[in-house]
Structure formats: structure tokens, C-alpha cells
Nanobody, 116 residues
């Protein structure tokens, strides 16, 4: 069993910053990648950023240059530093862990609202 616990969401003004955290616990020995996805009201869930165990990163075009994903492998935690936030970044942000087996687990989600 794997648990992913997210934190760091909230309300921020346009141009502001937030940092999301996601800590993994349980049977996590075979995690191969961790990442962040988001889902805005009425839209499909979309990739925001991922980072593999060997350090490869992938970002959605809409967040390149503004968001940075990082991992603390010792703490089994993934972070998402979000700068220059825009109203269109408003969504529920989900953490995902991908395993070598091909299975994946999701966190419960954390709300990010960008509004003045």
C-alpha cells in the first residue's frame, strides 16, 4: 500500500508563488517517477510536470519557465515550485507516483486558486 500526502495549496494573487509538497510512504521501494497533474473545473486532468529517478524532467508547455519540479529522494518527497502564477493555473493539483511495475498511485489533491 502506498500513501501520497499533498500540502501547500491555497489562494494566491496573480504573479505570486506557491510550493506544493507530496510525501510518499508505504511500499515505495520501486517508485520510478513522481509528478504533478492538475484538473480545472470542467476540464480533463493534465500533466504539469514529472521527474524520473534518473533526473529527467518533463513540463507542460504552459508552465515551462514558471514551475520547477524537484525531488528529495531521501524523504520520498516531490515538490512543485510555482512562480508567476496566473488565473489559468487555478485547479486541483494531484501528485502521482509511478512504479517500475507500471502501477501508479494518486494523492488526494490540493486546491490552488489564483485570483485577485
Amino acid at each position: 500500500q502506498v500513501q501520497l500526502v499533498e500540502s501547500g495549496g491555497g489562494l494566491v494573487q496573480p504573479g505570486g508563488s506557491l510550493r506544493l509538497s507530496c510525501a510518499a510512504s508505504g511500499s515505495i521501494f520501486t517508485i520510478s517517477a513522481m509528478g504533478w497533474y492538475r484538473q480545472a473545473p470542467g476540464k480533463q486532468r493534465e500533466l504539469v510536470a514529472t521527474k524520473t529517478n534518473n533526473g529527467n524532467t518533463n513540463y507542460a508547455d504552459s508552465v515551462k519557465g514558471r514551475f520547477t519540479i524537484s525531488r528529495d529522494y531521501a524523504k520520498n518527497t516531490v515538490y512543485l515550485q510555482m512562480n508567476s502564477l496566473k488565473p489559468e493555473d487555478t485547479a486541483v493539483y494531484y501528485c502521482k507516483a509511478l512504479f517500475n511495475t507500471g502501477n501508479d498511485y494518486w494523492g488526494q489533491g490540493t486546491q490552488v486558486t489564483v485570483s485577485s
